[in-house]
């Protein structure tokens, strides 16, 4: 018997967790958290421990695939990886002989391994990449970078340390990752209290010391009345935020209005309770984390309320604290050198971005750029034409609203290429299918974690691919051969690692022992009194003039969101535990575990619709409906219904998946359109549904 432990990255969620993969004679037969990151305590969540399901499934694509009839119709020749790259090759050139390579987009799911498909798109010179992240946490970054000069992993998340996690729009025990769990569980034996702010009461309000359950989109008026509250009755950290605010008499004049007793109106929670739980807070600073958000493009006031959030953190000393937002490191700061990347190889683009990111919007990172403006180029063909597009780990017909438009929109490209490991809404409707190996039978580049103590790390390959399947690597190195990108082809693995390595002190070897390489002997808190911020006042800003200077407001006066008419509901969603977004509910071990999704509604309005536990209703939307199981409860607000989203798939190819629960983006009609030009993110959650017993 051939046995072995391979330290490797987890692959089935954007987390990446780092794990040991203990290989039988060429099969992996264990899953675990990687023993030597204290913060795993060897432990992986139920999707980590479902990746040799992965492997084993056959509906997966296995081998290149080339379309055959219309888009989406789903006659597919399978052809060789040589065939495929030709193909592609060919197209792209054809686009930038017509177009320029700024014809060419090309948008990915974000994180930490994307350099040789960035360098692959601005070796060809086009600008327009862009990641999935107008549809996840724009919202939250662009707060960050308007109160803090940086974006929102400048900070990291102390939970360890905390004494008081609030948790608004953050579901930490359901939408997981393993070291945040691990570390929140650690503070709340050490007394840490927990209060949950959401509009139903999930795992993690279970485990709450304090469950507010808000009335949905009215958190930003929560947020106004805390700051009042702090403010008003001296409870903030006054040392702090004269040395570090910007502006906080405005601030003051700006919520004079915003009392408890005004926010009760809106949210529903009790003045008194709200007052309790700010002086709770105050007693806790500066050990205090107001977890900003993550998946917050919901409202078009979803960026304010991540902003009053970074506020208030501040107000209470928790930037830069210990326990709370402690700033991250980077190797530079331990006198140690980053890593090489490919994307340095090649001069930045001198095209506009397509989406007007940077320039039209100049507020707005250029980096990721806003996802939905390029697919509406696609239509529009304005500012210029987009005429092939990549979706590399990226499924945007599930991940963005309105799917029907959508295909419009990539009805236009000549080419539509999907890089891949699971079918998806946007393969199937692709062009080109390449078809990646699952994480467990391929490697990444070496990636870099920017943290208290920031560290290398890397994925091996634990397995061979049991199909025609090749990795990241692979693919860009196909493809760049054949596009004349030179620097980007290798032939090894090795050999791109040690480009990547070269004069940062770390060897390929380093790895061996446990799986990362640490950069520093211990975590480095950084005194934010002795710390210049990257805004123009070099503080933590209340009014950022580049906001303003696109005639946005720092401080938006509070408006309420339209509400549900009579007889609708606000449509809300979220994660649970046992999938990832769109692409494991027909992976064998999961779907067993949650084959579908369920509609929560609110008891009393149940009983009204005459809906019972269990029983299937009829969600619609203008003339378009679909049929789910009601799970009725007291738990949820009853302005809303909510679903887990990802479930309702269509595609013959998955047989266990479909026609299993509802798609909630399916009932976002005309939702590209919503967004908000102060976070850059859309507006999944201003969509109304009606509900009637089937
Ligand atoms: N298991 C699992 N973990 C994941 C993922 C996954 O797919 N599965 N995905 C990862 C990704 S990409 C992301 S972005 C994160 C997301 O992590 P989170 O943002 O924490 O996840 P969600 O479950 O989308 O939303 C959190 C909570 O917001 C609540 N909510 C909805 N509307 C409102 C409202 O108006 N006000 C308030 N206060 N609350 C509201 C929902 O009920 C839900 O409990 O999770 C990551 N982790
Ligand atoms: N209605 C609604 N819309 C949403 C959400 C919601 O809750 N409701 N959630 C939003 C959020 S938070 C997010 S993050 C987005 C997620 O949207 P996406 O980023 O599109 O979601 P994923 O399903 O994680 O990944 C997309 C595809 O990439 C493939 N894939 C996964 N890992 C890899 C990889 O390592 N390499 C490659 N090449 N392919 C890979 C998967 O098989 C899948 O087909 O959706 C957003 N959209
Ligand atoms: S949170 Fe779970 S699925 Fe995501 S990387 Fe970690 S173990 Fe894997
Ligand atoms: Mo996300």
């Given amino acids: 018997m051939n046995s072995e432990k391979i330290f490797s990255i987890c692959g089935m969620c954007t987390v990446r967790c780092p794990i040991e993969a203990e290989v039988v004679n060429g099969e992996v037969v264990f899953l675990r958290g990687n023993p030597h990151v204290p913060a795993m305590k060897g432990a992986v969540c139920p999707r980590g421990a479902a990746g040799n399901a992965l492997i084993k499934d056959s509906e997966r694509p296995q081998a290149p695939m080339i379309r055959e009839g219309e888009r989406g119709e789903g006659k597919w020749r399978t052809v060789s990886w040589d065939e495929a790259f030709d193909y592609v090759a060919d197209r792209l050139k054809g686009v930038i002989d017509q177009y320029g390579a700024r014809g060419i987009g090309l948008s990915d799911r974000g994180g930490p391994f994307r350099d040789p498909h960035r360098a692959f798109l601005k070796g060809l010179g086009s600008p327009n990449y862009c990641n999935h992240d107008t549809s996840c946490a724009r919202n939250v970054q662009h707060a960050a970078i308007s109160v803090m000069g940086a974006g929102r992993k400048s900070v990291s998340y102390d939970l360890k340390n905390a004494k008081h996690v609030v948790l608004q729009l953050r579901n930490i025990f359901e939408s997981i990752n393993v070291q945040e769990v691990n570390n929140l569980m650690d503070a709340m034996e050490k007394g840490c209290k927990l209060t949950v702010i959401d509009i139903r009461a999930n795992v993690s309000a279970a485990k709450a010391d304090r469950f507010f359950m808000i009335r949905p989109g009215a958190d930003y008026a929560f947020n106004l009345a805390v700051i009042h509250e702090l403010l008003n009755e001296k ?82 000393g928790s930037i830069g604290a210990k326990g709370g937002l402690p700033l991250v490191n980077k190797p530079g700061d331990f006198g140690r050198k980053g890593l090489n990347a490919l994307m340095d190889l090649y001069p930045k683009p001198e095209e506009k971005r397509v989406d007007g990111a940077g320039w039209l919007y100049p507020h707005l990172e250029s980096g990721p750029g806003l996802g939905h403006l390029m697919f509406k180029a696609m239509e529009t063909e304005d500012p210029y034409p987009i005429k092939a597009y990549i979706a590399y780990r990226h499924d945007p017909l599930m991940g963005y609203p309105d799917p ?152 938006m006066p509070y408006e309420s969101l339209k509400r549900p008419e009579e007889g609708e509901f606000r449509l809300t969603f979220g994660r649970c535990a046992l999938h990832t977004q769109g692409h494991t509910v027909n992976n064998t071990m999961l779907f067993e575990q949650m084959p579908e999704n369920v509609l929560w509604i609110n008891s009393a309005v149940a009983e009204k619709l005459k809906i019972s536990d269990g029983g299937l209703v009829e969600v619609s939307q203008n003339g378009y409906s679909e049929e789910i199981r009601a799970k009725v409860t007291d738990f949820i607000h009853p302005e809303a219904v909510f679903v887990i989203h990802g479930f309702g798939h269509t595609l013959p190819v998955e047989s266990r998946a479909l026609h299993k629960g509802l798609a909630d983006q399916k009932f976002m009609k005309g939702g590209l359109e919503l967004w908000d030009p102060a976070g850059g993110a859309m507006a999944l959650q201003e969509h109304f549904v009606k509900v009637r017993p089937v």
Wanted: hydrophobic share 40%; net charge negative; with cysteine.
């Fill in 235 to 316: 409870l903030y950290d006054a040392d702090y935020a004269n040395e570090v605010i910007s502006d906080l008499d405005k601030l003051r004049d700006f919520v004079k209005n915003y009392t408890p007793e005004w926010a009760e109106k809106e949210t529903g929670v009790p003045a008194g309770e709200l007052n309790q739980f700010v002086r709770e807070l105050a007693k806790a600073k500066p050990a205090v984390l107001w977890h900003p958000g993550w998946m917050t493009a919901r409202y078009r006031t979803s960026f304010y309320v991540s902003r009053t959030i970074y506020i208030i953190n501040a107000l209470l």
């Fill in 404 to 555: 029907d438009r959508l295909k419009q929109m990539f009805d236009k490209l000549d080419l539509l290429v999907s890089v891949t490991f699971s079918w998806s809404d946007t393969a199937w409707y692709s062009d080109v299918v390449l078809p990646l190996s699952p994480y467990l039978e391929r490697e990444t580049v070496v990636a870099c974690k920017n943290a208290l103590k920031p560290y290398f790390f890397v994925r091996k390959r634990a397995v061979e691919p049991r199909f025609d399947t090749k990795a990241d690597w692979e693919i860009i190195s196909g493809l760049a051969k054949r596009l004349g990108l030179d620097q980007l082809v290798f032939d090894r693995i090795e050999d791109l690692w040690n480009f990547q390595l070269e004069g940062t002190g770390v060897k390929i070897e380093d790895f061996e022992a446990t799986g990362i390489v640490p950069l520093a002997d211990s975590p480095k808190y950084k005194d934010v009194r002795e710390h210049k911020f990257k805004t123009p006042s070099g503080k933590l800003e209340i009014i950022s003039d580049t906001w303003e200077k696109q005639g946005i407001p720092s401080l």
